[in-house]
């Protein structure tokens, strides 16, 4: 695929040294990283040399922030500790860091400890959660990867980056790189779908987006690949849960966009909360060291996720405090967040020899390479300047990126009857449901600074597009229970308007850490508002809010129209009311399956095939499906409508075969019959039809973004390698086996003509 965007994958032998069969899938295109710059090691070693154990201690211990301006709560509550203490601990050097607290006056006073007090003067590192915006809140990143385009995620985050840096921080623990296959777990929100290629692509963009092209700048964000690894293929969808997962498919699906993010630069990983066969990834010495490290090539440091390192003890892989920092410092955990375990046991574990000076001191050294390799010792006070807090947050090209952002990660389901677009004037509206008008409602999780006073919402958006006469704002019921009268209230405006806006489907906190839902359905109060509404007869066009994707059911399924809205930040309402009211054609595509029923998760497009696979509606005898559902989606992975009607031709090839080192052309021309202009988002699939290890039904290889003006045509080309064609064989190596290939570009993963491709033997 000789799409701009370069796949990255993880090839064994390509890291312990030279490629697979020659095969060029490690990388993301070069240049992408900043670089990190050759450390000093005579000044880091120096410094080490200097250092007592328990300073070393201290630099691998990192704490939520009591002192400055708190995070929302997001994290198991600690035990607050006064300000004084916190200054005394570090001027004592036991502390590297702190992570979820904001400000620039206090963060000075703590680095002024810092530097002036403590045994070396090596600086803090300020971190937090700043996973899709600080202070303009951009769509929730799953909402951001419909989008289907990375560039934007890395505007998005540069600004997150700019503002975060603004607001005396240093470090985001982002992006969040899982591949999930299960819409039951909540965490989906944050990652970018259910798809390696796509996440690849946005793990790269992020990682650019925060660090920019230098990380000692004063807007540089340090980024961090969580959560290392698989732990969006926890069992059953349920968070914190066991995983159990082939090696092939560890290697194939979840490792590739943390290779992606390593490429691009990034500096540090946190470990996951999660086992992979009984073996919980802090303590998990093959996964940290040898696949981490050894294979990927990471040169950064690890850090655990809120003290996983200790909850080794509850996994029952380690005994007790002790022997859990032990087993994770030699695992390769180098930094410990929040237990305090590493402060408390290291030193003395060191001392008896049961963890050797050569592993703590490769760990503060990691540490210290990084805190070098952003500017820290040049400057500690980088990012901690009061004048920037008050200029740069919430500039006005900011939340006209995130109304950007926001109308690009719609995704129009369906639009029967051309309900869609609104008319401006002379059609009276009832604008119903709960999420119609709910400033705490559209963000979606971890913005952990909230400031939501600004922000619009579609109610807001569209009094002021058609004016109060035409617009009836009725809340109906809330997210998750009736309220008195709202039912009534809600029939009474549908039967007076012309047509409906429903804005309905998961409260915000219904997705995010620890939010797995069993049912993955729109609660039952405002299903019921659903239903009472569209008995009116009236068009009904959904507008849904959501962390994942939802099995749809009844009168939300059925409504006329259905724009999935996600969470889309500061500007949510003006950029749905853009897409509504026609001013922008809807563009975004399904980074995530929709199925029929919750009982078919885990869900997604580029499943393998059985034996028996169902190959018609009538074909259901002794076939690959439920008694009560086929295996199809109720809407696949890619699928987006918009405006224009998109006709899509043959997809066509240079040649029927392809030379193992050769270069094939897959093409297609896109037309736009509707009347008005369009983005198109054109996606290359593939398809192995037979190999050693069943390969999906189809993969995405590629996608390209096309403008069309109403009656234009346009033709597009994917160039395509043996490398589009490889996949983690037996031997645990990528690899590309001669034989016929299925070739798409398609509008969906469910859509399109395919051509036959031979790869040829070498
Ligand atoms: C736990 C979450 O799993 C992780 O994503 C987050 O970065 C940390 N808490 C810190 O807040």
Redesign the pocket.
């Known amino acids: 695929m000789s799409n701009s965007r370069v796949q990255a994958g993880v090839s064994r032998r390509g890291f312990l040294g030279g490629a697979v069969s020659g095969l060029a899938i490690a990388g993301v295109a070069s240049g992408f990283a900043p670089a990190f710059a050759a450390p000093k090691d005579a000044f880091i070693d120096g410094l080490i040399a200097k250092m007592s154990v328990e300073e070393k201690a201290g630099q691998l211990s990192l704490y939520s922030d009591p002192v400055r301006t708190e995070a929302a709560t997001?994290?198991p509550s600690v035990a607050s500790v006064p300000k004084t203490q916190m200054l005394a601990d570090i001027a004592a050097g036991k502390i590297t860091g702190l992570?979820?607290g904001m400000g620039v006056a206090l963060g000075r006073e703590l680095q002024k400890a810092a530097v002036e007090t403590s045994p070396h003067g090596i600086p803090l590192i300020f971190a937090a959660?700043i996973i899709h915006g600080m202070k303009t809140v951009f769509p929730i990143p799953m909402a951001e990867a419909a989008s289907f385009d990375p560039e934007l995620s890395r505007r998005t985050n540069r600004v997150a980056a700019l503002e975060a840096t603004a607001c005396g921080l240093h470090w985001t623990?982002s992006p969040?790189v899982d591949v999930v296959r299960d819409q039951r777990w909540g965490r989906t929100a944050?990652a970018a779908g259910e798809d390696t290629w796509l996440a690849c692509q946005f793990a790269a963009a992020r990682v650019k987006g925060f660090q920019g092209d230098d990380l000692k700048a004063e807007t540089s964000l340090l980024a961090c690949l969580?959560?290392f690894a698989a732990y969006g293929a926890v069992e059953g969808g349920m968070d914190y849960n066991t995983v159990e997962i082939t090696e092939q498919t560890l290697r194939q699906t979840h490792l590739p966009s943390f290779q992606a993010g390593i490429t691009a630069g990034a500096l540090s990983v946190?470990s996951s909360?999660n086992d992979i066969g009984g073996v919980p990834s802090t303590g998990n010495r093959r996964l940290l060291t040898d696949i981490l490290r050894g294979e990927m090539g990471f040169k950064g440091f690890v850090v655990s996720?809120?003290t996983s390192e200790e909850e080794l003890i509850l996994h029952g892989f380690a005994a007790d405090g002790r022997d859990a920092a032990k087993k994770a410092i030699l695992a390769g955990c180098d930094m410990s967040?929040q237990s305090g375990i590493y402060m408390k046991y290291l030193p003395d574990l060191v001392r008896s020899g049961e963890v050797p000076m050569s592993v703590l001191d490769e760990a503060v050294r990691r540490v210290l390479r990084v805190k070098q390799a952003i500017g820290l010792f040049d400057n500690p006070y980088r990012s901690l300047d009061a004048k920037r807090e008050q200029t740069q947050l919430r500039l006005p090209e900011s939340l006209a990126l995130a109304r950007e952002a926001a109308r690009r990660a719609c995704v129009l389901l369906k639009n029967d009857g051309d309900v869609l677009p609104l008319k401006k004037t002379g059609q009276k509206i009832a604008l119903i449901g709960p999420l119609a008008d709910d400033l705490n409602q559209l963000n979606g999780y971890w913005v952990v600074f909230p400031d939501t006073r600004k922000d619009i919402t579609v109610a807001m958006a569209m009094r002021g597009i058609v004016g109060d006469g035409n617009l009836n704002v009725v809340r109906g019921a809330d997210i998750d229970a009736p309220i008195p009268g709202g039912i009534d209230a809600a029939v009474a405006a549908a039967k007076a308007a012309d047509v409906v806006v429903l804005c309905i489907g998961e409260g915000q906190e219904m997705s995010g850490?620890a939010q797995s839902r069993t049912e993955i359905t729109v609660p039952a109060a405002q299903q019921a508002l659903a239903e009472a509404v569209a008995a009116t007869g009236k068009p009904v066009v959904v507008v849904l809010s959501h962390g994942r994707a939802l099995a749809l059911e009844g009168a939300v399924r059925n409504a006329q129209a259905i724009l999935c809205t996600w969470f889309l930040g500061s500007e949510a309402g003006n950029g749905i009311a853009d897409l509504l009211f026609g001013d922008h054609s809807p563009s975004g595509r399904l980074p995530c399956s929709f199925p029929q029923k919750s009982g078919q998760e885990p869900f997604y497009y580029n499943h393998r095939a059985t034996g028996r696979p169902q190959l018609s509606e009538t074909d259901i005898n002794y076939r690959t499906r439920y008694r009560d559902a086929s295996f199809e989606p109720l809407y696949p992975f890619g699928h987006g409508l918009t405006y224009g009607r998109i006709v899509y031709g043959p997809t066509q090839l240079s040649a029927d075969s392809l030379p193992w080192a050769g270069q094939v052309t897959v093409s297609v021309t896109i037309a736009n019959s509707g009347t008005r202009p369009v983005h198109e988002v054109a996606q290359l699939y593939i398809r192995d039809r037979v190999a050693s290890v069943t390969q999906p039904i189809r993969s995405l290889k590629g996608v390209r973004h096309l403008d069309l003006a109403a009656g234009e045509s346009k033709t597009v080309t994917f160039a395509l390698t043996r490398a589009d064609l490889a996949f983690v064989g037996l031997s645990m190596n990528w690899q590309a086996e001669p034989g016929e290939f299925d070739i798409w570009i398609a509008p969906s993963s469910s859509a399109g003509t395919s051509a036959r491709l031979k790869l040829l033997k070498a």
């Open positions: 997001f994290n992570f979820n959660d623990f969040a944050e969580k959560h946190m909360f996720d809120f967040m850490e």
